[in-house]
């Protein structure tokens, strides 16, 4: 990677964090910013290759400490956010030790001021997963499977489309799901009634 390569990726971090500020002060979700500077990194983080989330926010279902990550979604060959093997790992060590809930917030500033949603707890479920079949059946190339070159790139299903002070994260109901759902329902209190004339 060039130097020219870091300072876009530097520039492109801090435009996130910038905007998902913006998002928390829309949606009037409380938030502290967490300083990232090398001098205020705890020597604990350090030797236990803890990754520090980015914010802190509180919600009505809880507190969440949110890693904010830009992702150029054009490099992956399905158009997912990818992360590597050592972000995930570093980032559900913190919510591991200190009991933390702990979420990523993706965005490509490039394309988008869009946020999507994903709990580290799930990525590193379906991280461990792919790991652990990739050693059973292809053992040939599980050792580059953690390289820093092969990322992990996130499923669409792990992601949540939205984050508010009243609900947390959340998806959109598939109304069409839910008009069927409810159908099913009447239907079956209907049947019940029937039944029990």
């Known amino acids: 990677m060039t ?26 979700i409380p938030y502290y910013f967490i300083d990232q500077s090398k001098e205020k990194y705890s020597n604990e983080f350090k030797e236990n290759e803890i990754r ?30 990818y992360l590597n093997a050592k972000e995930i790992k570093r980032l559900f060590r913190f919510q591991y030790k200190f009991n933390a809930t702990v979420w990523i917030a993706f965005i490509n500033v490039k394309e988008s001021t869009e946020f999507y949603f994903a709990p580290i707890s799930k990525i590193y479920e379906y991280y461990e997963n792919i790991r652990e079949n990739m050693k059973l059946k292809h053992p040939e190339v599980y050792d580059q499977f953690d ?17 508010s002070l009243e609900r947390g994260f ?20 209907i049947n019940i009634v029937k039944k029990s004339k």
Do not use: M, W
């Open 52 to 81: 520090r989330p980015d914010f802190i926010i509180h919600t009505i279902h809880g507190i969440y400490y949110i890693d904010v990550k830009h992702r150029d979604t054009s490099k992956s060959s399905e158009k997912r956010f």
């Open 170 to 189: 959340y998806k959109e109901s598939n109304v069409c799901f839910i008009d069927n759902e409810t159908n099913y329902y009447v239907d079956k209190i």
């Open 3 to 28: 130097s020219d390569d870091q300072e876009r990726n530097f520039e492109n971090a801090e435009k996130a964090e910038c905007l998902f500020s913006e998002y928390l002060d829309n949606k009037k």
């Open 147 to 163: 390289s820093r070159k092969c990322f992990i790139d996130i499923p669409n299903e792990l992601l949540f489309e939205h984050l």
